[in-house]
């Protein structure tokens, strides 16, 4: 009888230890238990970052294209000097017609430097590209937003050796110029930006779960520090 008795002792006071080691578990920490200042923070600054490096990618972007329209404009303007001076229409029209199947192009033309149109892409001239340069300006490769055919178009003109011959105005649709920057933005900073708030999600949660129990310990430490009241 005194065996079993010490048995049932000894597992009796295993217990105890058994619930403190399952009581000192740490818990699992869920979105729920996130607070809610926390997931305002965090959706706030989510949406932050977006729209701010949406504008400054966007904006680079765009850069990037007028830049490109520039290069564009200016080869055609060293591909057409001789035919302009040479006065070879054909090969002036089979020079637009070339540039004009570049993606996103809604346009190219090439004026004399009276301003008279020499050469353009399709069969008529548009009145809303019709645009008078002083001479500084033919000198000058600019750029300027028109609507042609009710869409946006951003236009780039260069002078052709050094305006004395003319100018090329180059047509790019805004529509395709906004779709190559949504593309990129689709496929480069949507995901880094899907990346980085799951990155402050998983801090969140790994903050929680340390910070709970220190203020567990801190509300022992600060309930045993209060004295207690005398009995009467």
């Known amino acids: 009888m005194s065996n079993i008795y010490d048995a049932l002792s000894k597992a009796g006071k295993r217990i105890p230890s058994l619930e403190g080691a399952k009581m000192t578990r740490p818990a699992r920490i869920s979105w729920d238990d996130i607070s809610l200042e926390w997931k305002i923070a965090l959706l706030v600054f989510g949406l932050l970052f977006a729209g701010i490096v949406n504008q400054l990618v966007a904006r680079a972007l765009r850069n990037q294209i007028d830049q490109r ?3 564009l404009a200016t ?4 591909a057409a000097t001789g035919h302009v001076v040479s006065k070879d229409l054909l090969q002036l029209k089979t020079v637009v017609t070339k540039y004009a199947r570049a993606p996103g192009v809604a346009y190219v033309s090439i004026k004399d430097r009276e301003g008279k149109v020499i050469a ?5 001239f548009a009145p809303e ?10 000198r000058e490769v600019t750029q300027r937003k028109l609507t042609l055919e ?6 780039t003109h260069g002078p052709i050796l050094e305006g004395q011959l003319g100018t090329v105005h180059l047509g790019i649709w805004a529509d395709a110029v906004n779709s190559e920057i949504y593309q990129v ?21 790994l903050a929680c779960r340390f910070i709970q129990p220190v203020r567990r310990l801190i509300d022992l ?3 045993s520090a209060q004295p ?4 009467p």
Do not use: C
Not at 150 to 155: A, F, H, L, P, W
Not at 185 to 205: Q, R
């Open 150 to 155: 009710g869409k946006s178009v951003y236009e």
């Open 129 to 138: 590209l019709e645009q008078i340069l002083t001479s500084d300006q033919r």
């Open 120 to 124: 353009h892409s399709s069969s008529s």
């Open 228 to 231: 207690t009241s005398p009995h």
């Open 185 to 205: 933005l689709f496929l480069f900073l949507w995901p880094i930006t899907l990346a980085l708030l799951a990155a402050m999600i998983i801090i969140a949660f």
């Open 221 to 223: 430490r600060m309930g």
């Open 69 to 71: 329209a520039i290069i």
């Open 75 to 78: 080869n055609l303007s060293d």
